[in-house]
């Protein structure tokens, strides 16, 4: 059973920076494609950054520039570099596996950009 667990989220000022770490259980890790997704107040889950097998990867326009995705395939680990924020920022981070048509989601983590 795949579990994965986020953290690293808290309080920080526009401008500022968080690292956020994904630890998931299991043995599929390193075959699935790893996303960070992100849900503010009042609006729709989007998808934040997205790391295939291949380490090639995808941003949310929004977030480019600021944002680095990467993964520890030997420690089960993601993370999310997130730099220069802003309070448009402010959300839930949630961490994501998708493995052939399976997707695994955790029980995300509170960013909130403010002053």
């Known amino acids: 059973q795949v579990q994965l667990v986020e953290s690293g989220g808290g309080l920080v000022q526009p401008g500022g920076s968080l690292r956020l770490s994904c630890t998931a259980s299991?043995?599929?890790?390193?075959?699935?494609?790893m996303g960070w997704y992100r849900q503010a107040p009042g609006k729709e889950r989007e998808l934040v950054a997205q790391?295939?097998?291949?380490?090639?990867?995808t941003y949310a326009d929004s977030v480019k520039g600021r944002f680095t995705i990467s993964r520890d395939n030997g420690k089960n680990m993601g993370y999310l570099q997130m730099n220069s924020l802003r309070p448009e920022d402010t959300a839930v981070y949630y961490c994501?596996?998708?493995?052939?048509?399976?997707?695994?989601w955790g029980k995300g983590t509170l960013v909130t950009v403010s002053s």
């Open positions: 790391m295939r097998i291949s380490g090639t990867s």
């Open positions: 299991g043995s599929i890790f390193r075959a699935a494609t």
């Open positions: 994501n596996l998708l493995y052939f048509s399976t997707v695994y």
